[in-house]
């Protein structure tokens, strides 16, 4: 199972004793699931998905709630045949109503079928903000894999709705953004630590405590590596130099010979021959008397300030 799906098992069973919780929770649902059927026979309200945790869900909540016996039923997806269909029905006219007027949701002006959260007084206690944003995420959220990265989101069939829900997540103080992709708006959170918070919002504790788990390791493993790397670096920076140090010592003893230079240039010149892998704490360690790494390192200079100089001449010669 996704890590998606693992959160969403987790809040399909999550049922808020309070029935307002209750309310909001199902109004964002069936805002997103929902639509109404209008037949010469009677109105249907169908609840459509094609994920069984989130039928299942809305089924305890509709019972719970409503006291509403309904069933569950099982259809082919009309393009995709090997995707399951979930489908809840209510034809019974006054069953419609108290759930359309509970939930605040009215049709849309535009597309009579689709259903609206009308009044955002169904979200607006801080617990029925979380139970909101618990149902619209099950109804049309998802979350990546974290050991891939981090994104969260809730698609929403137009802007009214996504700018309905960035409100009530940002009152979480959780920067949620909105962009259009194709005909849909989507809702959307990529900050690791703000997904966190996302799940706390919506009680998914099983899945937060896997998140941060997995957050600290990859944080661990990218320590190390930055570790690694500069360690790295810093070694291949060491043994650039001393390439260099040794090709000047080389010049410095085939052009002058070391009894032309003093016996402190002349003493690291030969250490730094017999040990060429040495660090400069090491062979400063070696001299007598012991010489500190900003003393070896200012020998070493001056003799590849003198290669410089007989490189110029030897140039010059040439020329």
Not at 98 to 123: C, E, F, N, R, Y
Not at 170 to 199: P, T, W
Not at 267 to 283: S, V
Not at 288 to 311: F, I, T
């Amino acid at each position: 199972m996704s890590f998606s799906g693992m959160v969403k098992e987790e809040l399909s069973r999550q049922i808020g004793n309070a029935r307002h919780c209750r309310i909001a929770e199902l109004a964002a649902i069936i805002g997103s699931c929902g639509r109404m059927g209008y037949f010469p026979q009677g109105d249907i309200l169908k609840i459509q998905t094609e994920n069984e945790v989130v039928a299942r869900k809305c089924f305890t909540l509709l019972q719970k709630t409503f006291n509403i016996e309904t069933e569950i039923s099982v259809r082919e997806n009309s393009q995709l045949k090997r995707v399951k269909v979930y489908v809840i029905e209510i034809s019974e006219p006054k069953e419609i109503q108290v759930i359309l007027q509970a939930l605040k949701l009215t049709t849309d002006s535009v597309d009579h079928g689709t259903l609206i959260v009308a009044d955002m007084l169904v979200a607006q206690q801080n617990c029925c903000k979380r139970a909101f944003i618990r149902g619209a995420f099950l109804a049309s959220g998802s979350i990546s894999d974290p050991e891939k990265g981090y994104h969260f989101e809730i698609v929403c069939p137009d802007v009214r709705r996504a700018e309905q829900l960035q409100t009530i997540i940002r009152s979480f103080s959780v920067d949620a953004k909105i962009v259009q992709r194709k005909k849909s708006h989507v809702v959307y959170v990529k900050e690791g630590a703000q997904i966190v918070d996302m799940l706390a919002v919506m009680e998914a504790n099983v899945a937060l405590m896997d998140l941060e788990n997995i957050r600290i390791l990859k944080e661990m493993r990218n320590s190390v590596n930055r570790k690694v790397n500069c360690e790295t670096a810093n070694i291949n920076k060491t043994v650039n130099a001393a390439v260099k140090q040794m090709e000047d010592i080389k010049l410095i003893q085939q052009k002058l010979g070391f009894e032309q230079l003093n016996e402190g240039l002349a003493q690291i010149a030969e250490l730094r021959m017999q040990y060429p892998e040495a660090t400069l704490k090491e062979l400063g360690m070696m001299l007598s008397p012991q010489v500190g790494k900003s003393g070896v390192n200012h020998r070493l200079r001056k003799l590849s300030a003198m290669a410089d100089e007989l490189r110029e001449k030897q140039g010059g010669e040439l020329l």
